[in-house]
């Protein structure tokens, strides 16, 4: 599977963006999707994960009911939509693919996209 994140750039704070994040190949369905992120000198973080159906979703608290992670698994892409953004919300955001159900753990993805950097202005 290859994956290609697009829909980064910069917005001021409070505003919105959606990511998206392109796979190919015809089993996208098979795999849960995670969005990642990792900020300068940081470790990289979970954001949101969703099943192979869409029908289970899971949010890392720092984003929680200001983010909606979907997919179309017709199109073979899956979205994050960012609302409210902050400053703190900069960083450069991954999508993964796993098997391996809904985790939250990098380690658990097995294949990544290259990144799409979203700076958040006070």
């Known amino acids: 599977v290859q994956l290609q994140a697009s829909g980064g750039g910069l917005v001021q704070a409070g505003g919105s963006l959606r990511l998206s994040c392109a796979a190919s190949g015809r089993t996208f369905s098979t795999y849960a999707m995670g969005w990642f992120r990792q900020a300068s000198g940081k470790e990289r973080e979970f954001v949101a994960v969703i099943s192979g159906s869409g029908g289970s979703t899971y949010y890392a608290d720092s984003v929680k009911g200001r983010s909606t992670i979907s997919r179309d698994n017709a199109k073979n892409t899956v979205y994050l939509q960012m609302n409210s953004l902050k400053p703190e919300d900069t960083a450069v955001y991954y999508c993964?693919?796993?098997?391996?159900?809904?985790?939250?753990?990098?380690?658990?993805?097995?294949?990544w996209g290259q990144g799409t950097l979203v700076t958040v202005s006070s």
């Open positions: 993964a693919a796993t098997h391996r159900g809904l985790h939250t753990m990098p380690g658990r993805y097995d294949y």
